[in-house]
């Protein structure tokens, strides 16, 4: 229960994870776990339409932070790396690459998350949510365009989707690090 009471907003905690447990008694363990996904869920996006303007400034922290992560990381590993010709299917580049994204995004959530305490994680929401639509939007372009299913091609689509779960998933735990209330239930 502490994993969720992180995620809600502080002044909802007590009461809306007490009632779930209260019942839960009574109820499966299946039902428990909808029932406090569907509490964050609902309770973020009431957070998030009754704070339009938080919501574009948390999105804007976010594209902020990357883009400065990016900058100078980025930078820096193409001024200190030498990798050198490279053939396109080499694995353990793209890995790296991926894990470079991954912690920028993870960075990017923690900055939300840190900057909209009283929000929990409703405000790393929208900006996790647009990460996933930008790669879900990759994944479906390069499906739609794709000429032959070509063991390349397989793998490079399986990427595409690997990187459309990880992305928005690295900006919820960089949010979820950041929120930090371990006080309560």
């Known amino acids: 229960m502490r994993f969720f009471a992180r995620l809600l907003p502080s002044h909802d905690v007590d009461a809306l994870i007490g009632d779930i447990l209260e019942e839960s008694h009574r109820r499966s363990r299946i039902w428990r776990w909808y029932q406090l996904v569907a509490l ?23 594209v902020a932070v990357f883009l400065a992560y990016f900058q100078v990381f980025g930078i820096w590993i193409l001024n200190n790396v030498r990798l050198g010709p490279l053939p396109a ?9 991926q894990l470079f994204f991954c912690l920028g995004l993870a960075a990017s959530g923690w900055a939300i ?12 929401l929208p900006f996790a949510i647009l ?3 930008l790669g879900l939007s990759d994944f479906v372009r390069s499906a739609l365009t794709l000429h032959s299913w070509s063991m390349f091609e397989t793998f490079k689509l399986a990427g595409l989707l690997a990187k459309s779960i990880s992305f928005p998933g690295s900006v919820l735990v960089g949010g979820y690090w950041a929120i930090g209330r371990v006080d309560t239930v």
């Open 89 to 97: 299917s080499n694995a353990a580049l793209w890995l790296l690459v």
């Open 131 to 133: 990460m996933a639509v």
């Open 113 to 124: 998350g840190r900057l909209h305490l009283a929000q929990g994680i409703a405000m790393v």
């Open 40 to 62: 964050v869920v609902v309770i973020s996006g009431r957070v998030v339409r009754a704070h339009p303007m938080l919501t574009l400034r948390a999105i804007a922290i976010g």
